[in-house]
C-alpha cells in the first residue's frame, strides 16, 4: 500500500482515509477537516505497509471508502489502540460477494475486461451526477489501466486465502444510487454486522467532505469554547446542571449514595469542567481518589476538604482505553461524552474500566438536539438514539436507570440563543470544509415559534449501568 500526507494542520489528530480500488491520494486533493491532518492510503497489490507512518499522532479517525472498506478491516490492526472512529462508505467487508459486496460476476467480468476504454466507463459509473463527474476528472487517479488490473488480480487472490476481518465499524454511509457496490447488498452486509447505517442520496462518487463534517468532531475547537465559557457555565448551562440534579436524585432514590461512599480505590469523572458534578461526587466518596480528567478546563474549585484527588487535562476518549482493566469502581460523566468521536467505543472502554458491579453514572444527548442550529447550518453533532445507546449498552451492563427527556429553552431573540450558547461553550457553529456559518445567517434565519419566542431544544439522556 501507499501513503501520503495531503494536509497538514501538525495536529495531534489523524484522518486516515482508505481510498477505493484504482484510486490515489490526488481523487482527495479538495478536502480538509478543520483539527486534523489527512492521510490517504491506496493501491492494495499488497496489504504491506510501515505504520511508523502515523508515529507522533495520539488519535487516528479512519473513514474507508470502497474497496478500501476490505482493505482497512484487513490492515489496522497494529494502530487500533489510537483509532477512535472508523466510518465506512459505500463498500462493505465482502468485496466480491452476490448479497453482501460487488456481485462476483461483475467484478470477474471487470477483471477480465479491464482496459484504458473500460476504466473510464467504470469511473463514469461511480459518479451519479455530472457535478460529481466534473470532480472526479478534476482529480483523476494518474495510474495505468494495467496497474490496476495487477491490483484488482491481487484483490481477487488474496479473498482465496482469508475471511473478512470482523472490525468493529461505528457506522456505515450507503448512497442509494451506488453502481459499484449495489445499496441493497450494502444495506444486508452491516446488518449482518450490527452496524448502524445511515443511508445517503448519491453514487458511489462524491463529494467526501460532508461526510467528514457530519461524522468526525472538532475538538480542538471544542476544547477553545469550553476553555472560553468555563468561568460563565454554572450560570447559564441550566439544561446541563438540570440534568446533573436529576442523576444526582435518581441516584439517591436508588439508595446508591453509599454505595457510592463505599467505593475503596478510585472514582473517575470524566469531563470535570467548571467541577458542579464533582462536588456532588466528592461530597458522596470517602476513602477512595477521586480522579478528574478534562480536555480544557482547570481543576475545579470548592472541592470538600478531606478527600484525595487526582485531576489532569487530556482527551478522555483517548485516556480511557489506556488505563489498565477494573481500574476504577465507579466512572461519572455529565454533558461530555457527546464530544466523543465514538460513544459506541466509549460504552466498551468504560465497561474494561469498571470493576464488575461498579456502575458508570452518565449524561449527554441523543439526536435532534439543538436541531434550530443544525437545521440552519447543516452541521451537528453525530448522536446516538436512546434505542441505539440502550443497544450498546445491554450486552456488557445491567441498565439500572435511563431516562431521556426533551427541554426547551426560550429566548427573545436569535441573537441571545447565540449568547447563550457562548457562555456555556455548547457553540454548534462549528468549523467545517465548507467555512463557519456566520452568525448573521443564524440570526436571519432561527425559527420563532406561535408564542413569539425563539425556542432552543435539548435532548438529554441520563443513564445509571452496572458492570456484569
Not at 467528514?212 to 450560570?235: P, Q, W
Not at 470517602?286 to 482547570?298: H, Q
Not at 461553550?425 to 436571519?444: E, F, K, P, Q
Request: hydrophobic share 40%.
Amino acid at each position: 500500500m501507499q501513503y501520503r500526507l495531503i494536509h497538514s494542520e501538525k495536529s495531534p489528530r489523524l484522518l486516515l482515509i482508505f481510498a477505493g480500488w484504482g484510486m490515489d491520494a490526488g481523487v482527495f486533493a479538495n478536502l480538509c477537516r478543520p483539527g486534523y491532518d489527512i492521510m490517504v492510503v491506496w493501491d492494495y497489490r499488497s496489504f504491506h505497509i510501515d505504520w511508523s507512518c502515523v508515529d507522533g499522532y495520539d488519535e487516528i479517525c479512519l473513514l474507508a471508502w470502497s474497496m478500501g472498506v476490505y482493505a482497512a478491516s484487513q490492515t489496522v490492526q497494529a494502530i487500533e489502540n489510537r483509532i477512535t472512529r472508523r466510518v465506512a462508505v459505500n463498500g462493505t467487508p465482502y468485496p466480491v460477494d452476490d448479497r453482501m459486496g460487488i456481485p462476483e460476476v461483475i467484478f470477474e467480468g471487470t477483471l477480465a475486461g479491464l482496459n484504458d476504454v473500460t476504466l473510464g466507463k467504470f469511473y463514469r459509473r461511480m459518479c451519479a451526477t455530472r457535478a460529481d463527474m466534473a470532480l472526479f476528472e478534476a482529480h483523476r487517479p494518474s495510474r495505468s489501466a494495467d496497474e490496476l488490473k495487477d491490483e484488482l488480480q491481487a484483490v481477487s487472490d488474496r479473498l482465496i486465502l482469508n475471511t473478512p476481518a470482523r472490525m468493529m465499524w461505528d457506522v456505515a454511509v450507503a448512497c442509494k444510487d451506488d453502481r459499484i457496490f449495489p445499496f441493497h447488498n450494502q444495506r444486508a452486509a452491516w446488518m449482518s454486522l450490527g452496524v448502524p447505517l445511515q443511508v445517503e442520496d448519491g453514487g458511489h462518487f462524491f463529494d467526501f467532505n460532508h461526510i467528514l463534517d457530519a461524522h468526525f468532531i472538532d475538538k480542538t475547537l471544542v476544547e477553545a469554547r469550553f476553555e472560553n465559557g468555563t468561568a460563565t457555565y454554572d450560570r447559564y448551562a441550566a439544561v446541563q446542571i438540570d440534568a446533573v440534579e436529576r442523576l444526582v436524585g435518581m441516584i439517591k432514590t436508588l439508595g446508591m449514595t453509599a454505595e457510592i461512599g463505599a467505593a475503596r480505590n478510585a472514582v473517575l469523572e470524566i469531563g470535570s469542567g467548571s467541577g458542579f458534578l464533582s462536588r456532588k461526587i466528592a461530597a458522596m466518596v470517602n476513602g477512595a481518589t477521586l480522579t478528574m480528567w478534562d480536555l480544557a478546563a482547570p481543576m475545579p474549585g470548592g472541592l470538600p476538604p478531606g478527600r484525595r484527588y487526582d485531576f489532569c487535562n487530556l482527551d478522555a476518549e483517548l485516556a480511557l482505553r489506556r488505563i489498565r482493566p477494573e481500574s476504577y469502581d465507579h466512572i461519572f460523566s455529565a454533558s461530555t461524552i457527546q464530544w466523543f468521536n465514538s460513544p459506541e467505543r466509549f460504552v466498551r472502554d468504560c465497561h474494561r474500566a469498571l470493576r464488575t458491579d461498579g456502575c458508570a453514572f452518565l449524561t449527554t444527548y441523543t439526536r435532534g438536539n439543538m436541531h434550530e442550529i443544525s437545521d440552519i447550518t447543516g452541521n451537528a453533532l453525530p448522536l446516538l438514539t436512546p434505542e441505539r445507546w440502550a443497544e450498546l449498552a445491554a450486552p456488557l451492563f445491567d441498565i439500572v436507570a435511563c431516562e431521556a427527556y426533551e427541554r426547551d429553552l426560550d429566548f427573545e431573540s436569535p441573537a441571545d440563543v447565540l449568547r447563550h450558547m457562548k457562555l456555556t461553550g455548547v457553540n454548534s457553529l462549528s468549523r467545517s470544509s465548507r467555512g463557519t456559518v456566520s452568525a448573521r445567517a443564524i440570526i436571519d434565519h432561527y425559527p420563532m415559534r406561535l408564542d413569539g419566542r425563539y425556542h432552543l431544544s435539548y435532548r438529554p439522556i441520563i443513564m445509571i449501568l452496572r458492570k456484569r
